[in-house]
């Protein structure tokens, strides 16, 4: 597609509930990124893919958290037993390689998915 | 670890003004790159301009440029011919050789008429 797409951009759910957040990247984009931006923050790292790989998942919180990439392109953030503290915007990112930055366009951002637990 | 701090939690120009937005970081790698990002009310995150650790010349894109003192590891966004448009929250962020990108707390903007 044209851009990174994130699906739902709102979602609602109730403590102790199972939530998916979707990312869509540019399509031929073979890094993905998951970022988590609370209010008043910048973003913070939370989990990369290469290909169907995560190369880097330091950033994951706890073991509620789980990220999938299963053919490379479309990824699904997973959050078990959501918490209140779990509200934020979750913001997915693209890039043609991890190691474009030298082409100095850096990534592309999703509009994020913001998510209530109520 | 690296890490970004960005000590400007809110900053003030007036139209047509230039203004300058700090931006310090902390790396042991000796290659990485220097993002600034423009985060509008509507959430989206825009990418503005970047500086390669080793580009001996600091970035320019249109109105923004980087002033980059790599000897202060700091890497300052300079807006010039402030637009009103211009209002939004700005992050500087770094990478390291696994792309992920560390952000700083962020910098809100508002341009005045």
């Known amino acids: 597609g044209a851009g990174v797409s994130q699906t739902p951009s709102n979602k609602v759910t109730e403590k102790g509930k199972y939530v998916e957040l979707r990312c869509d990247p540019i399509s031929g984009h073979t890094a993905l990124y998951w970022y988590r931006q609370s209010l008043g923050q910048g973003p913070e790292f939370l989990i990369y893919?290469?290909?169907?790989?995560?190369?880097?998942d330091s950033g994951l919180p706890n073991d509620r958290f789980f990220a999938v990439r299963p053919e490379g392109s479309v990824s699904t953030l997973k959050i078990q037993r959501t918490e209140r503290g779990d509200s934020a915007v979750y913001l997915c990112?693209?890039?043609?390689?991890?190691?474009?930055?030298?082409?100095?366009?850096?990534?592309?951002f999703g509009s994020g998915t913001r998510l209530t637990v109520v | 670890a690296q890490k970004i701090t960005q000590t400007q939690p809110g900053m003030f120009v007036q139209e047509k003004e230039a203004v300058t937005l700090d931006c310090t970081y902390d790396?042991?790698?000796?290659?990485?790159?220097l993002f600034w990002y423009k985060q509008p009310s509507s959430g989206e995150m825009i990418f503005l301009i970047y500086?390669?650790?080793?580009?001996?010349q600091n970035a320019t894109e249109g109105r923004y440029s980087l002033n980059f003192q790599k000897a202060r590891k700091s890497a300052n966004l300079v807006i010039s011919a402030s637009q009103l448009g211009d209002s939004a929250m700005y992050f500087c962020a770094i990478d390291n050789q696994g792309g992920k990108l560390i952000f700083g707390q962020g910098t809100e903007l508002s341009v005045k008429p």
């Open positions: 500086q390669g650790s080793y580009d001996q």
């Open positions: 790396t042991s790698d000796p290659s990485y790159g």
């Open positions: 990112a693209s890039s043609l390689t991890p190691f474009d930055r030298g082409r100095g366009v850096g990534y592309t």
């Open positions: 893919f290469q290909g169907t790989g995560a190369a880097d």
